[in-house]
């Protein structure tokens, strides 16, 4: 298996425009998770998928962010419009739920926004 | 916060000598999870100790998990330049473990030749 695969690994964009991430879980995972990381806030969850349904956006921190999970292997979060703060490398996780032995994580993208 | 913590921030030792990193945290956990990340690169899973174990042994990484302190402990023994990286405790709360981890904000370990 190829891991988790994340899309684009860099994403530059200006201040307004739409921004897509996008993840590729490992096959057989039940859940995929979406984080960021920064060095301020550190390590934050975003929002968590369990069989393609949302289960936690709470972590979500406005309207201007949504993610999608339409089937078992694909999965994109969206901001729009998009901010300076926005700037951070933004991960995707997979894991099993039955005999749970921790998340394997992509490479992430690393946004910068201007 | 259920956030768990790394002591220290920041760890720089000698190649060949032990590392220990300690994470506590503050609520009730099912399990207790250990991650590096190498520079500029995703986090990888280390070991998972569960709530009802002490003590975890992989390769040269032992890991502790004192429930009553709510405290967990890394070590990596006979350290390599390879170790230096980013250390992260994760604390996982639900039954079955999966759901949303809480990290904390990692011990950066630099290992000197």
């Known amino acids: 298996d190829a891991g988790v695969i994340q899309s684009p690994r860099h994403e530059v964009t200006e201040m307004g425009q739409e921004v897509t991430l996008r993840c590729k879980p490992i096959?057989?995972?039940?859940?995929l998770f979406w984080y960021r990381q920064t060095m301020m806030r550190g390590l934050e969850l975003l929002i968590y998928?369990?069989?393609?349904?949302?289960?936690?956006d709470s972590g979500m921190p406005e309207d201007r962010f949504s993610a999608k999970m339409p089937n078992a292997s694909f999965s994109n979060l969206k901001i729009q419009p998009s901010e300076p703060r926005d700037s951070a490398v933004y991960f995707c996780?997979?894991?099993?739920?039955?005999?749970?032995?921790?998340?394997?994580f992509g490479s992430g993208t690393r946004l910068t926004v201007v | 916060s259920q956030q768990g913590e790394e002591d220290p921030q920041a760890l720089s030792i000698q190649e060949g000598e032990n590392a220990t990193m300690n994470c506590s945290y503050k609520?009730?956990?099912?399990?207790l999870q250990w991650y590096r990340q190498n520079s500029g690169r995703g986090l990888v899973h280390l070991i998972l100790?569960?709530?009802?174990?002490r003590e975890k042994h992989s390769g040269r990484l032992r890991v502790t998990l004192d429930t009553s302190k709510k405290s967990s402990s890394l070590l990596i023994t006979a350290s390599r330049a390879a170790d230096t990286a980013s250390y992260f405790c994760?604390?996982?709360?639900?039954?079955?473990?999966?759901?949303?981890?809480?990290f904390g904000k990692g011990t950066h370990l630099i290992i000197q030749p």
């Open positions: 096959s057989g995972h039940d859940y």
């Open positions: 994760a604390t996982g709360y639900s039954g079955g473990g999966a759901d949303g981890l809480t």
């Open positions: 100790i569960r709530s009802n174990e």
């Open positions: 998928f369990n069989n393609n349904v949302p289960i936690d």
């Open positions: 996780a997979s894991s099993l739920a039955y005999g749970f032995e921790g998340y394997t």
């Open positions: 609520t009730s956990i099912n399990n």
